[in-house]
Each structure stands twice: as C-alpha cells, then as structure tokens.
C-alpha cells in the first residue's frame, strides 16, 4: 500500500510488489496473489514499467489484467533518465492500451508530481468526502514470524498478507481497512523488527523504519508476543517503542493453542510479563491463537476501550478534587525542612493524557511521588492500556 501525503484519508492507493507471471516460486506466487488483491481493493492503480527495457510480454500481460479489472490506470515509465526530452521510446508503450505513459525518473526524483496530479484526477468525490475520525488504526507489531500477518489474515478473512514461516517476509507496513458491528479499523501489518546486530540489508533497516512510522500514524499497538517462548528482550525493545510513542497498547499472546495448561496458566503467565514489562502494567492482556481464531473476536472492545483512554480528556475541577484527595492521603515529600507543595493540575492534551502540575519547586517533586499520582489517576479514571505523561511546572512558569 502506498499512502500519498495530504490524501491518505481520500482513498487508499495500493501498490503490489512486482508480479513475475508464471513463477512457481512460493513468495513470488504470493506476491502474485496480493497483487490481485490489491487490484480488486484498489481505487486507482499504478502500473510501473520500465522505459528502458520497453514494452515486455510480461507487462502486454499485466495490461490485459488490468483491463479486465475495469480500474483507472495510471501508467508510469520509469528510468526516464532523459525527462523532458523528445523520446521515441515512450510511445512504445501507447501499445498497451492504458492510455497517456507517463515518464519518471524516480533516481533523479522528476516527473513524480506529473504523475500524482494524473492519479489525483481519478479520485472519486465520494472519497474525497469521507470522513475518517471514527477510524482507528491499530498497528501490529512485534518480532518476526510472531504471527501478525496471519491475525491480518484471520481478522479480514482473507489473504490478504503473505504469511510464511520464512521470517522477515513482511517487509513493509501494509494497510487494510476494516470494519464490523465493533467499528471501523485500519490494520497496520508491520515488518518484525530484528535485534540490530542482525540487521545488515538495507532492506531490513528500510523495514525497521516503517515499523517505527507505523507505530508513530497508529491509535493503538498490538504488542504480540509469542505464548511458547514468553517475552524477550527483542519483545521488550518493541514495546518500548509503542510505550515511548505514547501509543495505547495491547499485549497480545499469540500461539496460546500451542501452550499445555493448568488452572494457574494464565496468571502466571500475566505476572511474567508484567515483570519482563514493567512498564507496560497498564496495558490489558490477551490470550489468543491468530492460526485458530480462538479469542480473535475479543480484539475489537479491548481495541475500542483503549483508544477512547488514549484520548481522555478530564476537566480542570475533577482533576484537582482527585489530587486533594491524594495530597491528603500521602503528603508530598520533603527535603531538607522544605516540604514541596502542589498547587493545581491540569490537562494539557490526549494522546497519551498529559497532565501539568504546578508546584513551589520542582526539584522536590520525586519519582516515586509522581508515580503515585499517577496510580491515583489511573485508580479514578481508568486510563486503561494508555501512557500518562506528567509534566512539572514552578509557579508562574510559562505555559508551553
């Protein structure tokens, strides 16, 4: 999929890998089958060829495919190294049938808005007036092989991701849209991120990037960890990033039909992750099998709940009557004969909630005291599966 900057609320623009007609290669097969997919899903479709090679069997082909589907076709020449010059090369391919070739230089970065302007003019003004605030995108990350492409697969049902047990075979995000009685989603399949000592292909640092980016667009992660190794250090790196983001999260343990049970199975499991994960002990956990569907349906509520937490906001007054409750429980903490006072709270902005609290001086505000208002916070208004951050202002401070 590719979201085109400033018009990826419009529509969704999909772009398949290359299609290699008659491989009997497993991926490449896949990949010829995504791009079906991503055909049919399309609104419009880019079909890239090669100016230098010119017109070949395999895109005489491609076009006949294309034809069929009855899409609008942007067709796009690459290695138009001489852009802008008289070519006889370019009218070689009027021959497919797809209308105007438009020639690129995607090295040199020319003729990129030429042909962007040519795929705005097939936007449909029911997409260009959608609405898309009801949407949340979940982004599904973790290490790979850890089955995020197949919970795609299982949530959408269909094949819409190529799942393999060869690892790193996701190598972008790839977007889908969703939607059932719980809502209306956008699933972000993410490349698995590997520890940077095995990250040597430009590719696969190419990959960690736009895990990261997806992690950056999303509403919500879902953290999935593998149920038959428990969390790793690779799983804790990840979660990290969602965490530092201020991204709602949901831990999801995947795999759990290859896991042999006891009664106590699950709340050992829960409190091994809460230690290997201490800071993500607001997050929900959820036990599920993507290859099964065991639990998969649980996803949505606990999706729903944890991005309306994420955007919580809560008035000044309630705020403050919460921290008088807590000041009164536990004093603030003093230093050296000065006692630190707390003047007022307020919410600065959602996603995560970040509050302001204003003080006599900040040095005396400490962690642990910080952490407890917090836990008063989350104890009144939930804020279940979202960061808190707290900021820390002196009296008479400028407000940012």
Avoid at 43 to 67: H, N, P, R, S, Y
Avoid at 136 to 158: D, M, R, T
Avoid at 257 to 271: H, L, M, S
Avoid at 365 to 374: D, G, N, T, V
Wanted: proline share 3%; aromatic share 8%.
């Amino acid at each position: 999929m590719l979201n085109v900057i400033g018009e990826e609320e419009i529509l969704r623009l999909l772009i398949p890998d290359g299609i290699e007609i008659g491989s009997e290669d497993f991926i490449t097969e896949e990949i010829a089958n995504q791009a079906n997919i991503a055909i049919n899903l399309a609104d419009v479709i880019i079909f890239l060829t090669d100016m230098k090679q010119g017109v070949t069997q395999v895109d005489k082909e491609i076009a006949l495919m294309l034809k069929r589907a009855s899409k609008p076709v942007v067709l796009v020449c690459n290695k138009a190294d001489n852009y802008g010059k008289t070519s006889d090369d370019i009218y070689e391919f009027y021959n497919l049938g797809l209308g105007e070739p438009h020639p690129l230089s995607a090295t040199n970065a020319i003729g990129i808005g030429d042909v962007l302007d040519a795929v705005y003019e097939n936007f449909s003004e029911e997409n260009e007036n959608e609405n898309d605030d009801e949407i949340i995108k979940v982004a599904i990350i973790g290490k790979p092989n850890v089955g995020k492409s197949s919970l795609v697969n299982k949530i959408l049902g269909e094949e819409r991701v190529i799942v393999s047990n060869i690892a790193g075979t996701t190598r972008d995000a790839i977007d889908s849209s969703f939607e059932n009685e719980f809502g209306k989603y956008v699933f972000i399949d993410t490349a698995g991120i590997r520890r940077k000592s095995k990250v040597e292909e430009r590719i696969e640092k190419f990959s960690v990037m736009r895990t990261l980016l997806a992690i950056e667009r999303a509403d919500v992660c879902l953290m999935m960890i593998d149920a038959t190794e428990g969390v790793t250090d690779q799983d804790a790196k990840i979660a990290g990033e969602a965490h530092e983001a201020g991204k709602g999260v949901i831990l999801v343990i995947n795999k759990w039909d290859a896991v042999e049970k006891d009664t106590y199975t699950i709340e050992q499991f829960k409190k091994d992750v809460y230690n290997k994960l201490s800071y993500l002990t607001y997050a929900p956990i959820l036990f599920i099998s993507a290859k099964t569907g065991q639990r998969v349906n649980k996803l949505y509520e606990t999706i729903n709940h944890v991005a309306s937490q994420n955007a919580l906001r809560v008035t000044t007054g309630m705020l403050n009557q919460v921290l008088n409750e807590a000041i009164a429980i536990v004093q603030p903490p003093t230093d050296k004969g000065k006692r630190l006072k707390i003047y007022y709270m307020t919410q600065a902005t959602t996603k995560p909630p970040t509050f302001v609290v204003f003080v006599n001086n900040k040095e005396l505000f400490h962690f642990s005291y910080e952490r407890y208002l917090i836990n008063q916070l989350r104890k009144e208004f939930g804020l279940v599966g979202t960061p808190i951050r707290m900021i820390v202002r002196e009296k008479g401070e400028k407000e940012e």
